[in-house]
């Protein structure tokens, strides 16, 4: 009976520190960012997590490329001159962050896989769907999430 309770001991201080471990890698320093890039409300909070509040200009998203908003889970391009698209930032693959935009390609780090600019749709595997389509508004050099 010792060796079954040192088990539990030794099983159970291995699990509360994997769950240390995995909150730390949640962690972000992205909020002191979105407030700097968005601006912060009255309440001091970023805007565009508000629905609506600015999230880009127009100026910051490059042609054929785009930007990802981490805190917002959206990555906006500019396929063509200026036509803005805003998708999912979430890898369909496996749920990764995608990291760029260039070549109008979203490209996400994990393994690989590479999306339209345009539309969204696979250009390079192992992801088989495509980014969700978000809802933004441009409106003169203002980009909100609709």
Same mark, same amino acid.
């Given at each position: 009976?010792?060796?079954?309770?040192r088990?539990?001991?030794?099983f159970?201080?291995?699990? $509360?520190?994997?769950?240390? %471990?995995? =909150? /730390?890698?949640?962690?972000?320093? @992205?909020?002191?960012? !979105? +407030?700097?890039?968005?601006?912060?409300?009255?309440?001091?909070?970023?805007?565009?997590?508000?629905?609506?509040g600015?999230?880009?200009?127009?100026s910051?998203?490059?042609?054929?490329?785009?930007?990802?908003?981490?805190d917002q889970?959206?990555?906006?391009?500019?396929?063509? $001159?200026g036509?803005?698209? %805003?998708? =999912? /930032?979430?890898?369909?693959?496996? @749920?990764?962050?995608? !990291? +760029?935009?260039?070549?109008?390609?979203?490209?996400?780090?994990?393994?690989?896989?590479?999306?339209?600019?345009?539309?969204?749709?696979?250009?390079?595997?192992p992801?088989?769907?495509?980014?969700?389509?978000?809802?933004?508004?441009?409106?003169?050099?203002?980009?909100?999430? $609709?």
């Open positions: 009976m010792t060796d079954t309770t088990r539990a001991v030794i159970g201080a291995g699990g $509360a520190g994997l769950a240390v %471990a995995l =909150s /730390a890698c949640g962690a972000s320093d @992205g909020d002191a960012t !979105a +407030s700097a890039d968005q601006g912060t409300s009255q309440d001091g909070q970023p805007q565009a997590a508000q629905g609506g600015e999230i880009a200009k127009t910051d998203i490059p042609q054929g490329g785009g930007k990802v908003f981490k889970d959206v990555v906006i391009t500019q396929p063509e $001159a036509t803005f698209k %805003a998708f =999912s /930032a979430t890898c369909t693959h496996q @749920g990764c962050p995608v !990291a +760029s935009v260039a070549n109008n390609e979203i490209v996400c780090p994990c393994h690989g896989s590479k999306f339209s600019a345009k539309d969204g749709a696979v250009t390079n595997g992801a088989t769907k495509p980014l969700a389509e978000k809802s933004i508004t441009v409106s003169g050099d203002s980009i909100t999430l $609709a």
